[in-house]
Nanobody
């Protein structure tokens, strides 16, 4: 059972930046893709970004169209931690952000995830 713990959320003004972290309880990158989803009040959870590795190479990196060019997903295998660097934040980015892990051969954008974190709140003020 992989446990995922997010951190780094908070309140930021529009145009600002935040970096979210997702610490895994065990080595995950060799088995799992890592991703981020978000859920705004009154809306369904939506895909944000995902990354998967094959050995020391990236197998795939996916982004939702709404965050392309502004968000960057990455990972540190030595720390068992995935990151989501969020720049040029907009009020519509306000949501609870969830870290997820799933089979590294499957696109997490489909929502097919095996493990979820508890979420971290990101609030962007206008």
């Amino acid at each position: 059972q992989v446990q995922l713990v997010e951190s780094g959320g908070g309140l930021v003004q529009a145009g600002g930046s935040l970096r979210l972290s997702c610490a895994a309880s065990e080595r995950t990158f060799s088995r799992y893709a890592m991703g981020w989803f978000r859920q705004a009040p009154g809306k369904e959870r939506e895909f944000v970004a995902a990354i998967s590795w094959s050995g020391y190479s990236t197998y795939y990196v996916d982004y939702a169209d709404s965050v392309k060019g502004r968000f960057t997903i990455s990972g540190d295998n030595a720390k068992n931690t995935a990151y989501l660097q969020m720049n040029s934040l907009k009020p519509e980015d306000t949501a609870v952000y969830y870290c997820a892990a799933g089979d590294r051969r499957v696109r997490l954008s489909t929502g097919s995830c095996d493990y979820w974190g508890q979420g971290t709140q990101v609030t962007v003020s206008s």
